[in-house]
């Protein structure tokens, strides 16, 4: 589609065969597309030569590091792009560091105080994040020697105007948005039938809407775990094992703020696998996050803003939103009034197993500057005010419904319609249509399993909202 190069020139990227020279790398897509980015062609077409020379020297594979080790052990340093992850002993005051993509781990590491003081608000407020890591190697006492940290720069090549996004929308039809959507997730458009593009979108509503909690529970093969680990670097995919209240809020021991203090949503794949060693204790923190954004553990108290999915595999027998589908699901699950904090349920099962014809092969939105864009949009507060204005609720209308279908709602506008800033821009039909009914229905399956699991739950559907239309 030529127009998306009319009107995001650079920001877009076409996503070939170049993305295979990435394969086995483990980088997500946003390191991907800037490569791509940085060493093509105004046409397009990738200097492959000089980039896997430029791959090889910041992404070297795990058999490389030999070489790098010889390099530090003789008084050189390596600069290396990779993710990082900051581990601070509150015992001992010594801040270290892990390398995860080359088994580097905090016991022979060390960030020394005076580089500290100067990188750790870069690495703190993004986590385990991404960056240009400078290393040396240094002897620290007469028995021992440790890779240490000279310098980090976080990985941001550019600046993203929202503005110019949201006004750019107003020259494409809502199809061709639906293309530019899907390609900034390395989708291609056009294996998909229009339910199955709108089926996928309801993925992409916890990347723009703050504090929002979705279920969603698919086959095996759909793209789950692919699109929350790989798309935006503001988000967290925790995939099985055990999670506890330290590792997704506080961690009392540490003092280090656990992952909703650090990214824009946390998805937990693979929740049937999770272990949670004290439920209760989990339930408790989760009950009081989900509802007000608010936590408390310990003498702690915070807040965020970061939004939770769980992801789970359902078998096709199981295809029934009348029936209960949680029972393989942890303990905590079925206790009614957590689950009534959901805002919405996604049914996997309506998105299509990948296929090859499936991946994005051709000019699409970088995925660096796209998880800017939706980043940015998480914080812009038009589009929940202009929710307010479009919707009629009845007084007797469920609060957890209304603040549930009102946060979708802005989701899908931030997504489809972007270029809406007040009433006056808004088709209503389009509202209800592409917003409005579909919110209602990820609500309503959250209310038909509250019926099944709690009797004090007399309705499954949502009511007293719909569209203003004076």
Known sequence: MGKIKE????????KSGAQEIFSGLGVPSFIRDWFIMKYSDADGSVNASLMMDKINTYLPPKSYWNSIMDKLLYGGEVKILARIKVVIDIKTGMVTFTLPDYDITEKSTLIEFSVWSNVKNKILTGGECWGIVTLYYKSVSEKESKICLKDFTSFQPYTADLKYYKNARKNFSLDEWLEILLGGFDYNANA??????????????IF???RLNLIELAPKGTGKSYMFSNISKYGWLISGGVLTRAKLFYDMNTRQEGLINRYDFVAVDEIATIKIPDADEMKGAMKGYLES????????AGTSQAGMIFLGNIDSARFDTDCP????LPEIFKDSALLDRFHGFIEGWENPRMKESMKMKGLSLNSEYFSEIMHLLRSDVTYGALVDDLLDIEETADTRDVSAVKRLCSGYIKLLFPHWQSKKDVNIDEFEKYC??????????????????????????VKGISVKRI
């Open 7 to 14: 009107y995001f020139g650079d920001m877009a990227v076409v």
């Open 192 to 205: 998909f039938t229009e339910e199955e593009k709108l089926s996928v979108i309801r993925r992409m509503l």
């Open 208 to 210: 723009v809407e703050n």
């Open 293 to 300: 954004g608010k936590y408390t553990v310990g003498n702690k």
């Open 325 to 328: 589908m949680f029972d393989e």
């Open 436 to 461: 409005l009914v579909p919110a209602m229905k990820m609500r309503s399956i959250i209310r038909k399993q509250l019926t099944l699991i709690d009797k004090e739950f007399k309705t499954n559907e």
